[in-house]
């Protein structure tokens, strides 16, 4: 519907074409018998899915840091005492200075 009119030639797609150098029967043989033990061995052929382990240990070790860091409560009374005393020392040093006329 237009006119493909171009001073400049357009170049072709560069097209993927892959072409083995070698094909290793030996190779092929090999990890078809090593795939035929695995389902023998497990009773079904598992998929595998990338990055599952570490996934998996990644959440492991979440929980247990949860499990290891105490209850919340615990926490809570920590927070509470440092505040506390925090509050205590600026009350003694703003008397010190002289802010407070009490």
């Known amino acids: 519907m237009g006119l493909n009119f171009s001073f400049f030639k357009t170049p072709k ?3 993927f074409n892959y072409q083995p150098l070698y094909y290793d029967e030996r190779k ?3 990890q078809d018998r090593i795939a035929k033990a695995r ?8 998929e595998y899915i990338p990055g599952k382990n570490i ?38 040093v703003a008397k010190s200075i002289g802010l407070f006329f009490i």
């Open 13 to 15: 797609h560069r097209v």
């Open 39 to 46: 389902v023998e061995e497990q009773g079904k052929e598992r």
């Open 55 to 92: 996934r998996t240990n990644f959440r492991k070790a979440i929980y247990e840091n949860r499990k290891q860091a105490g209850s919340p409560m615990v926490m809570r009374i920590i927070v509470l005492l440092s505040l506390l005393g925090l509050m205590t020392a600026a009350y003694y």
């Open 28 to 30: 092929e043989a090999l």
